[in-house]
């Protein structure tokens, strides 16, 4: 019997959930999308703001949509306090949490609710497998979003030096997007990492990308002929250029910088290679890599886009992939993708 593995795409609203076992068929996998860990963990906050208690957060660096109840909080007039690894889920500069009026202490103060922040609850995750009468599985593979820690840098920037070294020394191979050891930038990553005790993981864009290539027909074209694979998230967009295994190009912007008409424009340019970092960059979007592109991967042209937010090139000359049957799941079918890629490199 195969080995099963609960692949977690983690996001700010929901996290989407694959119970992945190979000796099933895909369809027969259980599948769920159920509240993210910062909602989970938000709503913890709100039941305490509502008894007028303070808190302190502590042990990981997590997604940062659990903020906003930490600000209601402080608003409501209670107190915060977090440890020093809980508070880089507000800010890389822990001198903006302090100016924000937070407490840094690795104690929890008489008075206060302790508050864990985490992205993988391993506990919780235990109890949910067993009233859902499902078996523990033998790994777990997780993304979520990463942008990075860059001290003294634009975050925007920082990014994109990991997608330089990425194109460069990771030769663009698609299975180098998923980390066996994150770079110590990627700190969000690496906690979760050692939450799920050294899975994989990887950054939830990328992941949801790989999604496309779990479909046989598209993974089979991207050796015919160069395409554009593209996840519309609802905050982040990024695009890839392929052909033959090897990523040529990234594009990445936020989703509401841009419309249909703007969106199918910058990758018109991007797939010519014509499209400037700086461009995107001064457009308040991440930035733009392209290598020397291929003349036979014949401008990239056919278009697979993905993402929540993918019907804002819906009337374009693109197709929308269900990886595995099911959109919402890309990023977990991306996990499992990337990890076969990997194990066929290494073989």
Request: charged share 25%.
């Amino acid at each position: 019997m195969g080995k099963t593995t609960l692949c977690l795409d983690i996001g700010s609203g929901t996290q989407d959930v694959l119970l992945y076992s190979p000796d099933k068929e895909i369809e027969n996998c259980p599948k769920f999308v159920i509240p993210s860990p910062a909602l989970q963990i938000g709503r913890r906050i709100e039941k305490l703001r509502m008894h007028g208690e303070s808190i302190w957060l502590h042990d990981r660096n997590m997604g940062g949509g659990v903020t906003r109840f930490i600000r209601a909080h402080q608003k409501a007039g209670l107190k915060v306090a977090a440890s020093r690894s809980a508070a880089y889920t507000m800010a890389d500069d822990l001198t903006r949490v302090t100016d924000m009026g937070i407490e840094l202490t690795e104690r929890c103060p008489e008075g206060f609710e302790p508050v864990r922040l985490t992205d993988f609850d391993e506990s919780w995750w235990r109890h949910f497998l067993e009233a859902a009468e499902l078996p523990w599985p033998d790994h777990i593979a997780a993304c979520a979003q990463d942008h990075g820690f860059h001290p003294g840098e634009s975050n925007r920037r920082g990014r994109f030096n990991l997608w330089q070294t990425f194109l460069t020394e990771g030769e663009g191979r698609p299975e180098a997007l998923i980390y066996q050891n994150p770079p110590a930038m990627l700190t969000r990553l690496r906690d979760l990492q050692a939450d799920i005790n050294g899975g994989v993981v990887a950054d939830t864009g990328a992941a949801a990308v790989l999604g496309a290539l779990y479909v046989d027909e598209i993974e089979k074209l991207s050796f015919k002929t160069g395409i554009t694979l593209v996840n519309i998230g609802n905050s982040h967009l990024i695009a890839f250029l392929l052909y033959q295994g090897r990523i040529h190009g990234v594009y990445e912007q936020h989703t509401g910088c841009v419309n249909g008409e703007k969106l199918w424009s910058d990758l018109e340019q991007f797939r010519c290679g014509c499209l400037a970092f700086e461009q995107v960059f001064e457009e308040r979007g991440h930035g733009c890599l392209t290598q020397e592109l291929p003349m036979d991967a014949n401008g990239f042209k056919p278009t697979f886009v993905l993402g929540p937010r993918r019907t804002m090139l819906d009337g374009y000359d693109v197709s929308f992939p269900a990886p595995g049957g099911d959109m919402m799941l890309a990023g977990c079918f991306g996990l499992i993708k990337g990890m076969d890629l990997a194990t066929k490199t290494k073989g």
